[in-house]
């Protein structure tokens, strides 16, 4: 079984197929947090040869490759993942009920360490992807930077105390 030495960091990243809240869809039952991440070639051939579970877009356009990705799956049972969030104002790190944010936010830039789990079933085997932590960094509209160095203030449903 693979060890700790075996994690694969992946930096400036793009991620596709983001379900960090776990909803159920035409692909995943409920509660299955995951994303996937694009590769590239070598990359791919690479994780592919030490047998993970690399997996291709088919081509849009005539003449144009397949696109190879991993599914990362987000799980906080046993080990949680470490999720920050970076925007103009610092870092911030999610937990498991927020984590979420990032399935409608805007990403720069993705970095990420993924860590193997060998599988065996009916005769077959692969190296399954774990999300061990991420680094997003969000990209910001005119008016988030604007406003920026202002703290937020706890919302109170509406009412003041005056």
Not at 15 to 43: H, M, P, Q, S, W
Not at 44 to 68: P, V
Request: glycine share 6%.
């Amino acid at each position: 079984m693979p060890g700790q030495d075996n994690n694969v960091t992946m930096e400036n990243v793009r991620i596709i197929f983001r379900n960090f809240a776990g909803k159920e869809g035409l692909y995943n039952r409920e509660g299955d947090r995951n994303f996937a991440v694009l590769l590239d070639d070598k990359t791919a051939e690479a994780m592919a040869a030490d047998n993970w579970n690399i997996k291709h877009l088919r081509a849009r356009e005539e003449g144009d490759k397949d696109q190879a990705y991993l599914q990362v799956s987000v799980n906080f049972k046993g080990r949680p993942p470490r999720i920050v969030m970076i925007t103009s104002r610092g870092r911030t790190t999610l937990k498991e009920d927020e984590c979420e944010l990032l399935d409608w936010a805007d990403i720069t830039t993705a970095d990420l360490i993924v860590r193997p789990y060998e599988w065996a079933v009916n005769g077959k085997t692969g190296i399954k992807a774990y999300l061990q932590s991420i680094f997003v960094t969000i990209q910001e509209d005119a008016l988030e930077l604007k406003y920026a160095d202002l703290d937020d203030i706890p919302s109170r449903g509406g009412r003041s105390d005056d």
